[in-house]
Nanobody
């Protein structure tokens, strides 16, 4: 079993940058799919980005392509989300998630097995 703890959220001006981190404990993220979701007030939780450790396959939601970058450290213990050119629409609680069996190229559309507790990102205009 793995525990996920996010950090790095905060208040940023529109156009600014933040880097979120997701630290794993209990085991490494090796062979997992790992990703980020977000949920804005009054909206459903939505997929943002994911990376599959075994082959490095990366997927992004269209709205963040070119602005956000997902990565995993070499030790396979920490997931990152570099967020640049932040917009008001990016404001949400961001959650880290993990899939233990990321089979098929659309695994990230299936429910994750583990979730973090979330970190708030606030974008001021």
């Amino acid at each position: 079993q793995v525990q996920l703890v996010e950090s790095g959220g905060g208040l940023v001006q529109a156009g600014g940058s933040l880097r979120l981190s997701c630290a794993a404990s209990g085991r490494t993220l090796g062979n997992y799919g790992i990703g980020w979701f977000r949920q804005a007030p009054g909206k459903e939780r939505e997929f943002v980005a994911a990376i599959r450790e075994i082959d490095g396959m990366i997927n992004y939601v269209d709205s963040v392509k070119g602005r956000f970058t997902i990565s995993l450290n070499n030790a396979k213990t920490t997931l990152y989300l570099q967020m640049n050119s932040l917009k008001a629409d990016d404001m949400a609680v961001y959650y880290c998630a993990a899939w233990t069996r990321p089979y098929g190229n659309l695994y990230y559309l299936t429910p994750p097995n583990y979730w973090g507790q979330g970190t708030q990102v606030t974008v001021s205009s």
